[in-house]
């Protein structure tokens, strides 16, 4: 399995090659396309910005450095949706990154993938996990447009995705998330915008109140029978936000590595369903940030290919993220 780091700037590529990148994805935001269509109608699900790189040929620059490395260049077009109008523009860009050696466009937008393979049948194409692939009919569909691989959404449980995997049918690759940045909801289907800082659909701040609500005359109460109660349950929703969603506002653990999401315990299953790419989420974040993850996912790695056992490197990887106990309260967990 390859790590997949994010890249916001050439300075950044070497750095997180050396740490143990061997795939890299980054977003554009070049002047041109914000002269011609204005800021507020973005490549890619990040703005222009620190996230994104400014023009093609810094793209080109990592991409010659990469290629060096024998590490691979991936560029998002992931918004979910396109305008038609824009298709001609859209496909002129991928011409534009295809021809400085781009090696694989991260795309959402079946439209776009079908006109971008019509066009460019010579173009690979990674399907974000902005499509909302959910199912094994969600993989063939995206398959018969022509991509090569399934990036998987968030929170999939392992065995949903075996099954799918196994439903699923020729030779596509299969990439998971396994370190930071959750996401409160199925970000498929969430059209909240990133554009005034970060998104603003939560915060562990909020205070919530239960409420009766009416039904024809009748009040129904939302108190549940039995179980937790509801400020357990808002306790426990905070808690998760801090954790897995804020990342322990952006502290780091007692190690140097990151809090926050983590697949790392879930190596093994993911090898053991054929998993080639191991996605570490955060354009927008420091480089430090993100080479400590790198790092910490290829420790990780190298123990699994030690021959860890499951419950040992369960263990192991907790430890070097720095925060065991909080891994076992599964806050922060992906996968379980």
Not at 119 to 147: D, Q
Not at 277 to 298: D, P, Q, T, Y
Request: hydrophobic share 40%.
């Amino acid at each position: 399995m390859k790590i997949l780091a994010p890249v916001s700037s050439l300075s950044e590529a070497l750095p997180l090659i050396e740490s143990g990148a061997r795939e890299l994805y980054c977003g554009l935001s070049p002047a041109a396309w914000g002269k011609e269509h204005g800021d507020n109608i973005w490549l890619n699900r990040r703005g222009p910005g620190k996230a994104n790189l400014a023009d093609l040929e810094e793209l080109e620059d990592i991409v010659t450095l990469a290629h060096r490395k024998e590490t691979r260049v991936f560029l998002t077009m992931n918004q979910p949706g396109y305008v038609k109008a824009f298709y001609p523009d859209l496909v002129s860009f991928v011409r534009d990154t295809l021809s400085i050696g781009v090696d694989a466009l991260i795309m959402a937008d079946p439209g776009l993938i079908k006109r971008v393979k019509e066009k460019e049948p010579a173009a690979v194409i990674h399907v974000s996990s902005l499509a909302a692939v959910l199912n094994s009919s969600s993989i063939a569909f995206f398959r018969s447009l022509g991509a090569q691989r399934i990036i998987f959404p968030r929170y999939l449980d392992l065995r949903v995705l075996r099954k799918m995997i196994e439903a699923s049918e020729g030779d596509l690759e299969f990439e998971a998330f396994v370190l930071n940045d959750g996401c409160v909801f199925e970000e498929g289907f969430c059209h909240v915008s990133h554009a005034f800082g970060g998104a603003f659909c939560h915060n562990p701040a909020w205070s919530y109140k239960l409420r009766e609500i009416s039904s024809g005359g009748n009040k129904v109460s939302q108190v549940p029978a039995g179980g937790e109660s509801f400020q357990q349950n808002v306790d426990e929703y905070k808690r998760w936000l801090w954790l897995g969603i804020k990342n322990f506002g952006g502290f780091p653990g007692p190690g140097g590595y990151p809090l926050g999401m983590c697949g790392l315990c879930a190596l093994p299953e993911l090898q053991a369903l054929g998993i080639v790419s191991l996605k570490i989420v955060g354009r927008e974040a420091s480089l430090r940030k993100k080479a400590a993850g790198v790092k910490l996912v290829r420790k990780t790695l190298d123990l699994l290919e030690a021959g860890c056992s499951e419950s040992e490197l369960r263990e192991r990887a907790g430890e070097l993220k720095g925060v065991p106990g909080l891994c076992r309260s599964g806050y922060m967990c992906y996968y379980r």
